[in-house]
T-cell receptor
Framework: ETGVTQSPTHLIKTRGQQVTLRCSSQ?????VSWYQQALGQGPQFIFQ???????GRGNFPPRFSGLQFPNYSSELNVNALELDDSALYLC????????????FGPGTRLTVT | AQRVTQPEKLLSVFKGAPVELKCNYS??????LFWYVQYSRQRLQLLLR??SRESIKGFTADLNKGETSFHLKKPFAQEEDSAMYYC??????????????FGQGTILTVHP
């Protein structure tokens, strides 16, 4: 069984740029959730994708967008990066949108300068 | 709006001592509560959920709706319990089942 993987591990971007983060869900999982974790804080829910459709969104502006592909992998896109977007971005997959257990990836550390 | 509060950022105990990590929540719907744990250099993972009412690695947690609390307890702490612990809530009756609301986390250190 393959766990959740995320790429890249780290990246540095400049304010105003755009970034794409990637996530491969655990084998057999059709639901992916994305979280932002600022330093010293708990993860904050960005949105969830279930069978390629957005299924719930947290309090994040539209410049945070996502995609889920037929193989259930997912992308998080952030446009017009701001300094406050610097954080660890976590992806979590689950076996269904109602499944209580989410399996987390190792995260992507984004630094915006 | 749902909110989870973990009042202690850091908690230190000695091996064999009891430990209690506090979690309070505010939510008007039907909350489902969880404890997630992150050991050093490992991923965030589910420790336990209130519905299962089971003991995992010696830890238990009881949902107290009157006090809106879900404290995590272990009678005899072990050094391998040292980790970051997050309390989390989700709306069991809403439409965004996948949305977990996390507390800020408590770093537990168990000294030998």
């Amino acid at each position: 069984e393959t766990g959740v993987t995320q790429s890249p591990t780290h990246l540095i971007k400049t304010r105003g740029q755009q970034v794409t983060l990637r996530c491969s869900s655990q084998s057999g999982h059709n639901t992916v959730s994305w979280y932002q974790q600022a330093l010293g804080q708990g993860p904050q829910f960005i949105f969830q994708y279930y069978r390629e459709e957005e299924n719930g969104r947290g309090n994040f502006p539209p410049r945070f967008s996502g995609l889920q592909f037929p193989n259930y992998s997912s992308e998080l896109n952030v446009n017009a990066l701001e300094l406050d977007d610097s954080a660890l971005y976590l992806c979590a997959s689950s076996s269904g949108r109602n499944s209580y257990e989410q399996y987390f990836g190792p995260g992507t550390r984004l630094t915006v300068t | 709006a749902q909110r989870v509060t973990q009042p202690e950022k850091l908690l230190s105990v000695f091996k064999g001592a009891p430990v209690e990590l506090k979690c309070n929540y505010s939510y008007s719907g039907s909350p489902e509560l969880f404890w997630y744990v992150q050991y050093s250099r490992q991923r965030l993972q589910l420790l336990l959920r209130h519905i299962s009412r089971e003991s995992i690695k010696g830890f238990t947690a009881d949902l107290n709706k009157g006090e809106t609390s879900f404290h995590l307890k272990k009678p005899f702490a072990q050094e391998e319990d040292s980790a970051m612990y997050y309390c989390a809530l989700r709306d069991a009756g809403g439409t965004s089942y996948g949305k977990l609301t996390f507390g800020q986390g408590t770093i537990l250190t168990v000294h030998p």
